[in-house]
């Protein structure tokens, strides 16, 4: 029965994905490469990373690791790049580490192949292995160091809704200019008359399933109120033509752009769970910066969200 539920929702997601206009064509990657490119074994599956040094050779020196989750374009060392950028390089106590979500085009051979739009939403791949459970087994071979997790676009689609199920508690989660969100109610701001799905999971928490079923929508809501969430959204992100802009009916329904639909999420969480989420979950508009993970974790707000 947990079988066909999940293959179910792995087929919902996919033909969500295919209601994206200008986003369902998958992007370009290609497996690692180079001397930042590593492999750590999950469920006897190779998958891969990038990072300055394999996470089961770090020494005691490093007691804290970023996990950089690239966008759609899968683009991990970009991500890691960019994260070490605004940094100013990497401390001596820190690692940064972007995992490499694959797809059927760019798999190691035995590797990982989720559909390019669906691992933001924990869906299985073609093996049945969800990619949250692949960040959970990353996360555990870190060992009892700090985690702090960033994505941007895609991934912080994927972080958004990996903080709210997944059990791993993380040190905080810096979620950067994603085209939706997970909202923990049924009201949205955007019309809904004509979009039966608005609420389904990856856009509510209805028709969970797989590793997105980790306890009842209160158990859910409760979770995420208690996780540190730093989000940031450039002003200038705010094209609703944008190519990669989700625009399916449910992420219509938040809001017509990434800013417009992040300025709306955090007066939903302020509504769900209180003025106080504004403590342990702020949001930053960072001036005149578009769709740019560069851009967004250079800013004074990106720095400050990836200090410890």
């Known amino acids: ?18 209601l994206v206009t200008g ?44 996990v950089a989750v690239h966008g759609l374009d899968r683009g991990a060392c970009g991500m890691r790049a960019a994260v070490v950028d605004a940094l100013g390089g990497e401390p001596a106590d820190t ?57 941007f676009s895609g991934g912080g689609q994927f972080t958004n809704r990996y903080a709210a199920v997944s059990r791993t508690m993380l040190e905080r989660y810096v979620i950067v200019n994603p085209s939706s969100y997970l909202w923990f109610t049924a009201e949205r701001p955007g019309p809904i008359e004509n979009c039966p799905t608005f609420n389904e999971w990856r856009y509510g928490l209805d028709g969970r399933a797989g590793d997105a079923e980790t306890g009842d929508a209160d158990e859910i809501r409760e979770r995420y109120s208690g996780r540190s969430v730093r989000y940031l959204i450039g ?10 802009l989700d625009r399916s009916c449910g992420a219509q329904a938040q809001g017509a752009n990434r800013e417009e639909r992040a300025l709306n999420y955090h007066a939903h969480l302020v509504g769900t769970f209180g003025r106080h ?23 004074d707000a990106g720095r400050a969200a990836l200090r410890p």
């Open 277 to 299: 989420i504004e403590r342990s979950q702020p949001l930053a508009l960072v001036p005149g910066v578009g769709h740019d993970a560069r851009g967004m974790l250079a800013s």
């Open 95 to 151: 690692v940064v580490v972007a995992p490499h979500f694959t797809t059927a085009s760019d798999a190691v051979r035995g590797g990982f192949a989720w559909g390019p739009m669906t691992w933001p939403a924990g869906s299985p791949d073609r093996g049945g292995v969800s990619s949250y459970a692949v960040m959970d087994a990353l996360v555990e071979a870190m060992g009892d160091r700090s985690v702090t997790m960033v994505g």
């Open 235 to 244: 002003t200038a992100d705010d094209d609703p033509r944008s190519a990669s």
């Open 1 to 18: 029965m947990r079988r066909r539920r999940a293959a179910a929702w792995l087929g919902a997601a996919l033909a969500g994905a295919l």
């Open 23 to 66: 986003c369902a064509v998958e992007p370009l990657s290609q497996p690692l490469r180079g001397e930042l490119a590593r492999r750590i074994t999950v469920e006897g599956r190779p998958f891969e990373y990038c990072a300055s040094a394999a996470i089961e050779d770090l020494g005691p020196e490093v007691t804290r690791i970023i």
